[in-house]
Structures are given as structure tokens and as C-alpha cells.
């Protein structure tokens, strides 16, 4: 069986071509993710897609009958050539002058595991391309072979048709087109097809792709806590309260809908979950239970010793960013590794952030490397790469041009050893854009990080105020009952 979806793209069309062919090659070279490219850097994009393609991800390795090792490669064009469809695809929406807005349509198609080879799959992926919109519009299609059995292709869809220049709009119906057709494909290669598929919400290929690595997802994160409270419950009253007090607000209808601390919307449980958590499903899940589970206890853990070297007194604390990122970090387990397991619930708004788990220990290792405490200190540390920046582009620009001088072009030599130091710089300059990008990012993460964790400090005195007056309440009712004749 196979399982479709196709959603718009805002932003730069380039790095989506790049990463529909490899995505593990989409930061390679760094200056593609820059809007402000000059005429001369949009040139190099060529370069770019050739690099991108000459990957594992499209890439099968087979030998002929003389044991030589024969590369196939899997990624087409539709009314496009693969190695310069971004070209191509920009220079329609010139001609149009329709540059803004959705600047493309990326979609995929899922295989079951086991089910088609390479070869099958790419057909698959380049026939439904050309029936769905072969007549009209532009089409990368990319066959991924990121995992032994799983294969799926993925579809850049230019915006802007190169017949007439009409925009291309994704209706409920072109959705349903999609998945008719591939279904249709599937039977016509003997794949198996999802008879009678329910109506409901796709997920977005950045979850769906979050699950396949095993990294967190606002929903998985939802799910879990929901699943806690229903073990943690033998009542619906109790499963509701349990809910609360993980901090999320609740509204219930037809729907049970929730909304964590800090989001905007509520989210629908049976809506994006399915059947088992309607208030029936929560229900009979609840009565099946002999008994609740209780949470984790600190109690009867057991002690460890450990024995310290050098003095407490000498030892420098970390202070400001530094203290903040690493007390972050910790209570959400990021770091150490070997860190025993919390035993308390941590606020949704914390553990949200562990989507964000790479990008936390990457700031907070440019913060200890550079001893970088404080604004005023990350200002100068930033003011100094960009500087830095300006340099290596220079010097690259000066190669560039020597690269194109009639004696360069005559020594194959040399021109080898001046694209090696391109390439050098270009190295550079990855590292130098990434370490601005992680400036940026810890001036603004750092201010959501202590607003979090204020207002989670808030909620646990407001929880306590609650449970005081809960037990008082108790108590006073005990003692009126005890008091009746």
C-alpha cells in the first residue's frame, strides 16, 4: 500500500529542490539557506543540485556480469531536467511574474516495507507525477532509499504552469485525485491498497518523518500524557484531574479537546487520535483496569556515593547563559546522558522543547566552548564571526575570478588545487553561518527559557495553594460529619 500527501511550501525554492534530492545534504553549501543571494551566488545553484544528486539517497549500487559496479540513479524530471529543474522552475515564474506566495508544492508517497523495489517505486512516483500534472506544471521526482525496506518518493510541484501561468492551488479534491491514482497504481503492480480509507487529518510529512527517527512530536507528546492519565485513573473525574494537573486546560463536547500550558489551540483527542480516545474509548479503557498506576516515587531509590576531587571552593560556577542552558538541559534530561530518570512530571512547555533537542545542545555547547555569559558577550562573539564571514567571502571571490583567468583554464593542475581551497572556504564558511544562526537563536530561546520557566515555578504554587485548600476543605468536612448526633 501506498499513503500520499502534498502541502505548500513558503520561502526559497532552492533548498527544497536540494532537499528533495538528498535531505541530508540540504546545509551543504550553507549560503543556500541566504534570501539575499547576489547574481553570481544564484549561478552556483547548478553546482549545488549537481552535488546533491551524487548521494546515497537516490543511489543504488549493482554489478554487471563482470563484477563491475554500476551506479542507478533515481530522480527524474517532468517537463524539467533534474540537474537544473531549480533554473528552470524560477524561470517560468519570472516569465509569469509570479515569484511570490506558495513558491512550490512538495508532496510524497509512502510504500509499505518489503512491498516494492527502487526501480518500482520511482515508476510509481514518475507516472502519477505525469498524470496528476505532466500536461501543466514542472516536477522533481526523487525515490528515497534511506532504510533497507522503506521507500517513498517525494515531488517538487512548480506553483506556476509554463503553458499559461496559471498557479497551481491544491484543492480537497486534487488531494483525493492523488490518492486515487496512486492507489490505482498500486492494484496496477500488484501493491497492496487501503480499502475504504477513513476520512480524517493527515499528519505533516515533518511528523511523520519525526516518528520514522524516533525524535518527539507535539502530538506523540500529547498522547503520552494522555495515556499516563488514563493509567493513572479509575474514575473519568480522576483521568480529567490528572490531565489538569499535567497543566492542561480541557473543553469537552462531542470531542475531548485539550490545550497545553502555552499553546494557542485545543487540541482534539479522538479527532487526531482515533477511536480510543473518544470519551466512550477513554472509558471502557479506564473500566478495564483492576487497578491505577501510581507515579514514580523517589522513595527506596537507590543511594549512590561518589567521591570528589579538587575543591568546591576553587570551582567557577557557570552564570548566565551558561548556567541557564546547562539547568535547562538537565531537567529535561538532554544532558547528561546517563541521567537517572525524573520522578516528577515536567510542564508540557519543557518537555516540547526536547522536538528542539539538537538545536539545545548545539547553543549550549557554542556557550561553553566560547565562555559566553552574558548579551553583551554574545553580541561581540556574533559581531566577530560576521566579520570573519566577510573575510572568507572575499578571499573565495578572489579564487572565483582566478579560477576563470585564460591561464587557469589552461592548467587542469591548477584548477584542481583553486577548487580544492574553494571548497576549503566554502567548509568555513558553513561553520561560520551555522555559529551566527546559533547566536541568534540563543538571544531569543534564552528569554522563552526564563518566561518557561517562571511561569512553570507559577503553576507549581498555584497547583499547591490548590491541593492546601483541597485538604483543608477534606478536613473541615470530616470534621463535621464526625460532629453529627
Not at 492551488?169 to 503492480?189: A, I
Not at 473525574?237 to 490531565?243: G, M, T
Not at 564558511?429 to 515555578?457: G, H, P, T, Y
Request: hydrophobic share 30%; net charge positive.
Amino acid at each position: 500500500m501506498a499513503t500520499t500527501s502534498i502541502w505548500r511550501v513558503h520561502g526559497w525554492l532552492g533548498k527544497l529542490v536540494v532537499y528533495v534530492e538528498n535531505p541530508d545534504k540540504t546545509e551543504n553549501p550553507a549560503f543556500y539557506e541566504k534570501p539575499d543571494m547576489t547574481e553570481r551566488e544564484t549561478q552556483g545553484l547548478s553546482d549545488v543540485i549537481e552535488y546533491a544528486v551524487q548521494q546515497e539517497k537516490t543511489e543504488k549500487a549493482e554489478t554487471d556480469d563482470e563484477g563491475a559496479e554500476i551506479m542507478q540513479r533515481f530522480v527524474s524530471g517532468v517537463n524539467c531536467t533534474p540537474m537544473t529543474a531549480r533554473d528552470e522552475m524560477i524561470a517560468v515564474k519570472k516569465r509569469f511574474g509570479k515569484e511570490g506566495g506558495v513558491v512550490a508544492y512538495h508532496g510524497y508517497q509512502s510504500f509499505a516495507p518489503g512491498e516494492a523495489t527502487p526501480e518500482m517505486a520511482h515508476e510509481i512516483g514518475l507516472r502519477l507525477a505525469k498524470k496528476l500534472w505532466g500536461e501543466r506544471y514542472q516536477v522533481l521526482v526523487a525515490t528515497h532509499l534511506d532504510k533497507e525496506n522503506h521507500l517513498h518518493n517525494h515531488f517538487v510541484l512548480n506553483t506556476v504552469s509554463f503553458i499559461d501561468g496559471i498557479k497551481f492551488y491544491r484543492s480537497e479534491k486534487d488531494y483525493y485525485d492523488m490518492q486515487k491514482e496512486s492507489d490505482r497504481l498500486c492494484r496496477e503492480y500488484g501493491l497492496s491498497v487501503i480499502e475504504n480509507p477513513k476520512r480524517g487529518k493527515s499528519k505533516h510529512y515533518g511528523e511523520w518523518r519525526a516518528e520514522q527517527e524516533g525524535r518527539p512530536t507535539w502530538r506523540g507528546l500529547i498522547k503520552n500524557d494522555v495515556d499516563t492519565a488514563i493509567r493513572r485513573s479509575m474514575t473519568e473525574r480522576q483521568f480529567f484531574h490528572a490531565l489538569k494537573e499535567m497543566g492542561y486546560e480541557i473543553k469537552t463536547g462531542k470531542d475531548i479537546s485539550v490545550r497545553p500550558q502555552g499553546k494557542e489551540r485545543f487540541f482534539r483527542l479522538a479527532r487526531n487520535l482515533g477511536e480510543g480516545y473518544t470519551i466512550e474509548g477513554i472509558r471502557k479503557r479506564i473500566l478495564a483496569q483492576t487497578r491505577p498506576e501510581r507515579p514514580a516515587s523517589s522513595r527506596g531509590a537507590e543511594e549512590k556515593r561518589y567521591r570528589l576531587k579538587g575543591s568546591l571552593t576553587k570551582t567557577k560556577k557557570a552564570t548566565g547563559f551558561r548556567a541557564l542552558y546547562f539547568h535547562y538541559c538537565y531537567l529535561l534530561g538532554i544532558f547528561p546522558k546517563h541521567k537517572p530518570p525524573q520522578r516528577r512530571q515536567l510542564p508540557f512547555s519543557y518537555r516540547e522543547d526536547l522536538i528542539r533537542a539538537k538545536e539545545l545542545s548545539d547553543e549550549v555547547r557554542l556557550l561553553a566552548k566560547h565562555h559566553i555569559d552574558t548579551t553583551e558577550q554574545l553580541s561581540a562573539f556574533r559581531s566577530g564571526v560576521e566579520n570573519r564571514i566577510q573575510e572568507v567571502v572575499s578571499s573565495r571571490k578572489v579564487l572565483y575570478r582566478k579560477l576563470r583567468t585564460k591561464p587557469v583554464m589552461q592548467d587542469e593542475e591548477k584548477q584542481a588545487e583553486i577548487k580544492a581551497e574553494i571548497s576549503a572556504l566554502s567548509g568555513q564558511l558553513k561553520e561560520l553561518r551555522r555559529e551566527v544562526k546559533l547566536c541568534e537563536d540563543i538571544a531569543v530561546r534564552s528569554r522563552v527559557i526564563q518566561d518557561k520557566m517562571k511561569a512553570a515555578r507559577e503553576g507549581e504554587k498555584s497547583q499547591g495553594k490548590e491541593r492546601e485548600q483541597d485538604v483543608q476543605f477534606r478536613r473541615r468536612g470530616g470534621t463535621n460529619r464526625a460532629n453529627e448526633p
